[in-house]
């Protein structure tokens, strides 16, 4: 026979060790514990965006507001935008060169004497200068004209621009072509206005807007000479 005493014994440690096993409502209290934890954390971060201005949208929207909505997306770029079309290049001549309207100074230049005349108490030498280049080129206005004696000391002095109407005007000239001007001098004798040697042995030029001298030797009486501009034969 058993003892009613030890089976109520031995039933209360079995009930005991099945408590230690599994805890009557372990499940619940998990749940409860996970819920707990969620406000936790969401309560911290709720305290922590207020503490720095950001402004929180809670869960199921404001009641007055309504709930917040997305920020609205940008437009994609439109697929047909096109680049602005570059500009014409600028047309070449036959040269391979950008068309220019620019025509030089003549500078590769011959003087020769052309022939005289004389007025009275005058003379009239005329000079051309030809283009000796390979480059279409202009002159304009009056070339430097002095004369120079045996030892290239100047004689009297520069001739002195004649003015003339109408103004100076720009010539141009091909390679091969010419322009001509004219020299004067008084031979009145004596002449006050020319004391001193009066006789030279070379004309030196300088045509308008060069540096470089140009020669005609010859015989020549020199008294206030006188020059005009360049222009066409």
Known sequence: MSDPRLDHHFDRMRHEAAAMV????????????????????????????????VPVAIAGGDRETGPAEPAPTPPAPSATATAPAPSAPPTPTASGHATSTTVPTCT??????????????????TYRLRNTGQLTCDLTGYPGVSYLDGAGREVQRDAV?????????????R???????EVSNSTVVPNAACPGNRSAVTLRVYPPDNTRALFVPGSYEVCS???RPVHAP
């Not at 390679?175 to 001007?181: I, L, Q, S």
């Open 225 to 227: 000479p006188r020059v």
């Open 22 to 53: 599994r805890p009557p409502g372990l499940d619940g209290a998990r749940r409860t514990a996970r819920r707990r934890r969620a406000a936790l954390v969401g309560a911290s971060a709720m305290l922590a965006a207020v503490a720095i201005g």
């Open 108 to 125: 590769d230049l011959a003087v020769s004497y052309v022939g005289s005349e004389g007025t009275a108490g005058t003379s009239y030498a």
């Open 161 to 173: 621009r004649e003015t003339v109407s109408p103004a100076p005007r720009t010539v141009t000239l």
């Open 175 to 181: 390679p091969g072509a010419e322009v001509r001007f």
